[in-house]
């Protein structure tokens, strides 16, 4: 019978029994778990949500504290900021390396790092007055923190700020119509770097922080990302063609349809043309609305990885992107409606097609 | 090292703590990811797309209709308004008959037809200018889908339902008392979605596999200490000049105390006691500022040292209750 509902259902002890181990691997692979699931200071048994704790507290206090730097007059002129900035982020880095199994040192790294940043920010843009500096200097700065910092945390934030700079850069150019191929290229890389979960994280094992805050920072940037561009005009950023997103979207699920449809589950090449080709059909209305099939995308991909934080995100974007949507004002509401009634009408038919394959394949 | 360790699930956790082991290879990890059924079969996909696909066709298909009528198009005649959501309702209400009510299909049709509900009431009250205030809406859109609510057994339902009460305590309060931002308007909504949190969490206790999942109390249970936390830093700001305040950060205080009992204890969650810690953050920070008297270069400064500490102790006591919890098991 097989896990439909995508939580574990199996133990670590009913894995290895029927993965038929030998007596040394056996014990090798448990001694290995046992010293390392109930290791505190493994970044991998932290939870989620402690993670988002720390980097909540880390904002909010270095915010809070670059306040007080502002407030004080401390840090009066544009070179002190950029000098104490760049201290402060290379005393965040320094800290990760100074004790990298402790994870509590991980707030104060990151606070020291945000501060940092913040400041470098504020000097670099008060010294050279274009806002297009201060996004190259961004870029230069979170690729550092991204290479040298041993932190989860560290590297998720600069994996979604790295696009957020790119973003910059775009907008203050003539070329607009670039961020179709930022958020494209982020959407190419999230399923590349998800279906190849595996191979990577083996190939990195010398280096354990970089495979998860890389893949879940490319999802969150290309849905961040999308968020922004799609309601640009706030930034007085007039974006059109809609539907090079979302045909590089489109060919971003096709890939990662064929990896688990023809390489995974072997089904033949005219089921997956066909499977294409409906999917292609149900989403035509849907193309100025690239938001939409992002989603979809990120949706299929936690399907296809057992993942149900990617599920959430999927969902919750999903719903985000439906809102923002609501108030663009390319189309008229009644234009919308049409094209959301007509793609709904579109998914319940073949949602109904579907529930006869399913009984189809459950009697057989 | 105890050996029960290896009765945890094996989570993707475990495939991420398995690829850091030196000579790994990819197809002693790709076996143990398949076995442990995190790669879906055609079984898997099937069920998937399928429930996947009703979802989102039944939420273009609503969005698209509630679009349609906030595009209010004032050619098309009232009766054409009407029939149009009529029409929906009757056609959703039809699928669910003839259906297996614990089909997810079926419950998607309840879930339209309570939804569709909703939208009839609105454009009736659009065409016919009734005059009623928002909260009438809301309340009787949440009576008449009681009973579909109560036959579904779907938590998508639920959730719509204790929404559509919140908002109509909410509106009720802040149209006909004039009581927008009333200690006991939060005190009303304490008492509804706790009610409501207590009858999930003692069916999950009971190990009951209809209350299995998480995302609806993990909601109810946000809303909850995050609303006390809100209705408490009023009242310190305040310095508690209603007293429905005071019992507020009582009630915020007391939320803190069950949820870190209760989840570290009786139903393993960390995420509502990671909520309450960034509550009580908030809270602490609050009377600080009160107490320094709002003091702005010293408060900016202690500010920063006090969230970051507390972040940190959050962090500690919560990576310490998984440490404890794990043992258990």
Known sequence: MENTNMKPTKTILDVFNESNLAKDEYKSYSSFLKSHLLSVDSETNVPWFVKIITIFGACVGSLLFLGFLLISHLLSSEESMIITGSVFVLSGIAVTYANKRNYLSDSLSLSLSILGQVLLGIGIGAKAIEFNTVCYAGLVVETLIYLFAQSYTHKFLSVILIPACLLGIIWNSPIFEATHFLIGGLAVASVLIWTNELPLQIRLNKLPCFFVPTAYGLVLGLLLTLVL???????????????????????????????????????????????????AILFAPTVHAPGIISSVLIIILGFTRSNRILLTLGIVFLATFIISFYYSLQQTLLTKSLMLMLTGVLFLGIGFAFGHLKKKVAMQ | MPDEILNEKFSLKVIYLLAKMDHMSEEVLSSFYSIAGFKPGIQSWISFISKLVLSLGLLFTVTGVIFFFAYNWSELHKFAKLSIVGGAILASTIIALFSELNKFHAKLSLLAVAVFTGSLLAVFGQIYQTGA??????????????????????????FLWLTLINTAIILFAGQILWRWIDPFVFISLFIVNTIALIIYEYFSYRKNPKFDSRWLPRIIGFAIIFSMTVAGIVGIITEFEDYGHAICLLLALGSYVTAFFFYSRKVYDLSSIAVSCVCI???????????????????????????????????????????????QI
């Not at chain 1, 072997?266 to 043309?273: E, L």
């Not at chain 2, 920070?285 to 320094?292: C, E, G, H, S």
């Open chain 1, 229 to 279: 561009s799609i309601n640009s005009k706030f930034f007085v950023v007039y974006i059109n063609h809609w539907y090079i997103t979302s045909l590089i979207s489109f060919f971003s699920l096709s890939f990662l349809l064929y990896k688990s449809l023809c390489q995974s589950l072997g089904i033949s090449k005219k089921t997956f043309w066909l499977v294409l080709t409906i999917i």
């Open chain 2, 281 to 327: 953050i908030a809270m602490v920070f609050t009377v600080i500022l009160k107490a320094r008297n709002f003091d702005t270069a010293s408060i900016f400064f202690i500010g920063g040292f006090i969230i970051v500490g507390l972040t940190i102790t959050s962090a500690f006591i919560l990576i310490k209750i998984n440490k404890a919890w794990k043992t």
């Open chain 2, 133 to 158: 205030n928002a909260y009438d809406l809301f309340l009787n859109w949440a009576i008449l889908i009681t009973g579909i609510v109560l036959i579904s057994n779907f938590k998508p339902l639920w």
